[in-house]
């Protein structure tokens, strides 16, 4: 068992124990979600850490995405607990780049792009190649597209 999911395990177990039902929940529809993808394809494999915070990374997604949805529909309660859920995953994640730090890669990565004779909106997809390996688990995509489409066009 990789090393984030036995944390993630051992953790389920203490919040069972300690009774905290919104913890306990949380992480046990994520594992749940690693194993639905360790068993998907051809044969059955264990996932590495770095596929097991992939995981968590939709799984938090998921959450914001419905909590938005839920605030919108005007079902705060609901939209509280998925802010919640959202948070109790935020814990076995990296921390996320600030708006900055997201910036100064994507300057930095416009600038590769720029010296390797792309220029302007159409070099969006080589300034993505560049800055996607950089950033890999510390953005979201459409934060780093935004960024560089606005890199670009300014």
Known sequence: MTTLKSKLQADLNAA???RDELRSSTLR???AAIQKEEVAGTSKRELSDDEVQKVIAKEAKKRREAAEAFA???RAESA???KAEGVVLAEYL???LSDDELQQLVAQAVEEAK???AEGPRAMGQVMKIVNPK????AE???VAAAVKKQLAG
């Open 16 to 18: 069972i124990k300690e």
């Open 29 to 31: 529809l994520t594992l």
């Open 72 to 74: 919108q529909g005007g």
């Open 80 to 82: 509280e607990r998925e």
């Open 94 to 96: 990296p921390k996320q």
């Open 115 to 117: 010296a390797a004779g």
């Open 135 to 138: 950033v890999a688990g510390l």
């Open 141 to 143: 995509g459409g934060r």
